[in-house]
């Protein structure tokens, strides 16, 4: 643990700031560093003020057009960089005041755009939480690629920054600077007593004493976002239905706990203050940037180059038996086509066939999603009834906000463009990089905009890149600037700001049944803070009489959080008329007494008939119900259910260390897919690694390979860290004739790459994410390309033998003039 010393900045308030900062604000001026200078919105005023600028002998004036690179990280030998869209081509990108911004964007009839904040009261915002009362703690990431070759990327300069509106006008007027000495923040959560926070590394706890000052400061989990690049580290924390903390681009989870309550299964305690302990257990790998929820606790991620993935089930519903692994697969919500308003010859391979539209009106303009960022289901009020629930993504290599409608089938989601062949917001400003989402206490929905020329990190930056960003001047102004802004619908007006944290327990209650989803959370979260056991009839009463199925849920979900569970509560949702209800209280139902649990078994039979979701739940309760006709459900949902999605899995899954007593009690009214699962139970990890096979001298290849997968060379960040591929990112390296093939041909693959359509196991792939290859990496030697390769041949079943760094070195030197990735019919496919 470490702690620091209490030293911030002091409070800055609008109202109060210089006169020269007044009167650019009154002249319509971009406020980029007031000190030295202020750009004009305009072209012709922002080339003119340039120009002035670079007759001052000021040491704090931007650097030149030109930057001197270190080494393009992302340039591959001999490729075909030329530029698809001529210069002249290509409108400039000069920096924009917010209402030149805000004129800029290009909206869908009936909504509005507003701006919330702007420099300089925020900065490279990337994330943000709403605390009770409506303030913004905002994590901002201001030294995030400050020049083209990210020099002094790692100052410990990043803040969290606390703004409010205190006028009521809409519009921050105050920023405090809470912490200002973080390398690199990326996510920023209210807990008890102060807030969680990650940086660069590390997961931290930040204490918050009266007057927003700093008490102690303790690292939670040193580990939380250690390896990997900038890009590439966990991020979004987010408070799950479930009551425990989710993350982006990670397979840990988190849940606060009073100090004297059991850790849950298969949890560990990882710290403790006098406030609460923290607990850690493994999850799902899932997402890149940003984390999302909708009302039943299904997690929305993304990867970049697909827009919100979803979730069916619960997370962690079907890794339940340590026997045998299992994961929820995410399935895209919609296509990852894209409609921008202006070109887009700024992303980092748009010389690529098929990235940029060829010809015809679009000419120039981002086919597909190559950096999509924070989604949100939106969860709010303000909008119209028709986008509850839908999933919102941003685009900043794009510009834009897209919207797609989300689409439940029997085990699976799918989703639709609500505009089609346009977007709910696009801009033809280049500088627009929204980068989250957030349904805001006002009902509305909040953007993050870094407002940032680069957002390619230097470690995969291409010589094509850099030009682009020098020709438009992208690599200036960074990190002095960055914009919030709220979409909201025209016709209705803004809820007024909560006021949520001097309440008590039983004041909180009703808002667990609040039209907005920021308000059913936010309330759920501080009354399982404050434990107060007193208002457990009241939430029960809740569950028994909302005439909103969201209240219930979220209700039942409130008393796991106290540990306080109870029968009242639980035959209240299994008897309501809502699936999503039942759902969630045989989901609980294991945390009553047997004897209590054995009540409800009649109702369990009538529901293991009555419908596929609730059928499906029960399927991953029934084996841990202590109820004398577990099994006997089992049969039922086997005999209506069995041949449907996921039913199967969710059975093996609930019924760990009890696979041989089922099989043998269901005869033959087992299914062979079922059949076939309990008896993989055990054995698979007995396959799941060659390691002792090998020598030592290749065994410790393994383990340098595995550090290099799960760390550096982040390969798990597209094939996961099981080896079973992403969808929508990258095939899977288990059981893959691509690992196990002759050793060429995959150290050609891990050399130069691999794109294009091909077969893994008999299914094909064609997927838009492009495998990068290693060999004009300098960090990565030919000794690191070996280990890889000896890890991913001899783990998660494959065990197909070392490769050494001589087999890389000879290919190295035999592909040398290799200038693109390769193809599946290339290399014999």
């Known amino acids: 643990m470490s702690t620091s010393n209490n030293t911030k900045k002091p409070t800055i308030n609008v109202k109060q700031s210089t006169i020269h900062l007044l009167v650019c604000t009154l002249l319509g001026l971009s406020i980029v560093n007031c000190s030295t200078e202020a750009l004009h919105s305009d072209q012709s005023n922002a080339r003119a003020a340039e120009k002035s600028e670079a007759t001052k002998p000021d040491a704090t004036k931007p650097d030149a057009t030109k930057s001197t690179p270190v080494r393009?990280?992302?340039?591959?030998?001999?490729?075909?960089?030329?530029?698809?869209?001529?210069?002249?081509?290509?409108?400039?990108?000069?920096?924009?005041?917010?209402?030149?911004?805000?004129?800029?964007?290009?909206?869908q009839p009936g909504f509005v755009i507003e701006n919330v904040a702007a420099e300089p009261n925020v900065f490279s915002p990337v994330a943000m939480s709403f605390d009770g009362n409506g303030r913004m703690w905002v994590a901002e990431m201001?030294?995030?690629?400050?020049d083209l070759d990210g020099n002094n990327e790692e100052v410990p300069k990043g803040n969290i920054a606390i703004l409010e509106d205190t006028n009521g006008d809409g519009k921050v007027d105050t920023r405090n600077v809470f912490l200002n000495d973080l390398i690199l923040p990326r996510t920023v959560v209210l807990v008890k007593g102060g807030i969680l926070y990650a940086d660069q590394t590390q997961l931290v706890f930040a204490e918050v004493l009266a007057g927003d000052k700093l008490g102690?400061?303790?690292?939670?989990?040193?580990?939380?976002?250690?390896?990997?690049?900038?890009?590439?580290?966990?991020?979004?924390?987010?408070?799950?239905?479930d009551n425990w903390y989710y993350n982006a681009k990670s397979d840990r989870r988190y849940k606060i706990l009073p100090l004297d309550s059991e850790l849950p299964a298969g949890a560990e305690e990882i710290y403790r203050n006098r406030y609460w302990k923290m607990a850690s257990a493994s999850t799902e790998y899932r997402g890149q940037w940003g984390m999302s929820m909708?009302?039943?606790?299904?997690?929305?991620?993304?990867?970049?180059?697909?827009?919100?993935?979803?979730?069916?089930?619960?997370?962690?519903?079907?890794?339940?038996?340590?026997?045998?692994?299992?994961?929820?697969?995410?399935?895209?919500?919609?296509?990852?086509?894209?409609?921008?308003?202006?070109?887009?010859?700024?992303?980092?391979?748009?010389?690529?066939?098929?990235?940029?539209?060829?010809?015809?009106?679009?000419?120039?303009?981002?086919?597909?999603?190559?950096?999509?960022?924070?989604?949100?289901?939106?969860?709010?009020?303000?909008?119209?009834?028709?986008?509850?629930?839908?999933?919102?993504?941003?685009?900043?290599?794009?510009?834009?906000?897209?919207v797609r409608r989300i689409i439940e089938e029997r085990g699976q989601f799918r989703g639709e463009e609500i505009y089609p062949h346009s977007e709910i917001l696009a801009s033809t400003d280049e500088r627009f990089r929204p980068v989250n989402l957030y349904t805001a206490p006002d009902g509305s929905l909040y953007i993050l905009d870094m407002y940032h020329g680069v957002i390619q990190h230097k470690e995969y930056l291409t010589s094509y890149l850099r030009e682009q960003a020098e020709n438009r001047q992208l690599h200036k102004y960074n990190s002095t600037l960055g914009r919030i802004y709220r979409l909201r619908w025209a016709d209705k007006p803004l809820a007024p700001k909560p006021q949520l944290e001097d309440k008590t327990a039983a004041q909180l209650v009703p808002y667990l049944a609040h039209a907005n989803g920021w308000y059913r959370d936010t309330a759920r979260r501080l009354i399982i803070q404050q434990n107060d056991k007193s208002v457990v009839a009241g939430i029960t009463r809740l569950v028994q009489q909302a005439l909103d199925h969201r209240a219930q849920i979220n209700a039942l979900w409130t008393l796991e959080g106290l540990n306080a569970v109870n029968a009242q509560s639980i035959s209240?949702?299994?008897?309501?008329?809502?699936?999503?209800?039942?759902?969630?209280?045989?989901?609980?139902?294991?945390?009553?007494?047997?004897?209590?649990?054995?009540?409800?078994?009649?109702?369990?039979?009538?529901?293991?008939?009555?419908?596929?979701?609730?059928?499906?739940?029960?399927?991953?309760?029934?084996?841990?119900?202590?109820?004398d006709s577990c099994f006997e459900l089992i049969k039922t949902l086997l005999a209506n259910y069995g041949d449907q999605p996921?039913?199967?899995?969710?059975?093996?899954?609930?019924?760990?260390?009890?696979?041989?007593?089922?099989?043998?009690?269901?005869?033959?009214?087992?299914?062979?897919?079922?059949?076939?699962?309990?008896?993989?139970?055990?054995?698979?990890?007995?396959?799941?690694?060659?390691?002792?096979n090998l020598v030592t001298q290749e065994q410790n290849q393994y383990y340098r390979g595995q550090a290099l997968f799960d760390g550096r060379a982040a390969c798990f960040g597209c094939h996961g860290k099981q080896g079973q591929g992403m969808d929508g990112m990258a095939p899977p390296l288990a059981n893959s004739e691509w690992v196990t093939g002759t050793p060429e041909r995959l150290i050609k693959i891990l050399l130069h790459g691999l794109h294009g359509p091909l077969t893994v196991n008999g299914v094909d792939y064609n997927l838009p994410m492009m495998m990068p290859g290693l060999a004009t990496n300098p960090s990565v030697s030919d000794q690191d390309t070996a280990d890889i390769a000896t890890y991913i041949r001899n783990n998660w079943g494959n065990a197909a033998g070392a490769i050494s760094a001589d087999n890389v070195s000879k290919l190295r030197a035999q592909t040398a003039n290799r200038t693109q990735p390769y193809t599946a019919s290339e290399l014999g496919q």
């Open 142 to 146: 201001n030294t995030f690629m400050p």
């Open 72 to 107: 393009n990280l992302g340039d591959r030998h001999g490729e075909d960089m030329t530029p698809p869209i001529a210069a002249e081509d290509i409108p400039p990108a000069p920096v924009l005041a917010v209402p030149q911004a805000l004129q800029s964007m290009q909206l």
């Open 646 to 692: 996921l039913i199967n899995q969710a059975i093996v899954s609930g019924s760990a260390g009890r696979e041989q007593e089922l099989k043998t009690f269901l005869g033959a009214a087992a299914s062979q897919e079922l059949t076939a699962l309990l008896d993989l139970v055990g054995k698979q990890k007995i396959i799941e690694s060659n390691f002792n």
């Open 294 to 402: 909708d009302d039943y606790g299904r997690l929305f991620h993304t990867w970049n180059s697909a827009p919100a993935q979803g979730e069916y089930l619960r997370p962690n519903s079907l890794n339940k038996n340590p026997g045998l692994v299992q994961e929820i697969k995410a399935q895209s919500i919609g296509g990852n086509q894209i409609y921008p308003a202006r070109i887009n010859p700024g992303v980092n391979r748009a010389y690529l066939p098929e990235t940029l539209v060829a010809d015809g009106p679009n000419k120039g303009k981002l086919i597909n999603f190559t950096a999509a960022s924070g989604s949100v289901v939106y969860r709010g009020d303000q909008f119209p009834a028709e986008f509850y629930g839908v999933a919102f993504t941003p685009e900043p290599a794009a510009n834009l906000l897209s």
């Open 216 to 241: 102690i400061r303790e690292v939670v989990d040193p580990t939380y976002a250690q390896g990997g690049s900038v890009e590439h580290k966990p991020n979004a924390m987010m408070l799950g239905l």
């Open 572 to 627: 209240a949702g299994l008897n309501t008329a809502h699936p999503k209800v039942q759902i969630s209280a045989i989901a609980l139902l294991p945390h009553l007494p047997k004897a209590e649990q054995q009540v409800f078994a009649p109702r369990l039979a009538e529901l293991a008939k009555s419908d596929y979701e609730v059928a499906l739940q029960l399927a991953l309760s029934a084996g841990k119900l202590k109820i």
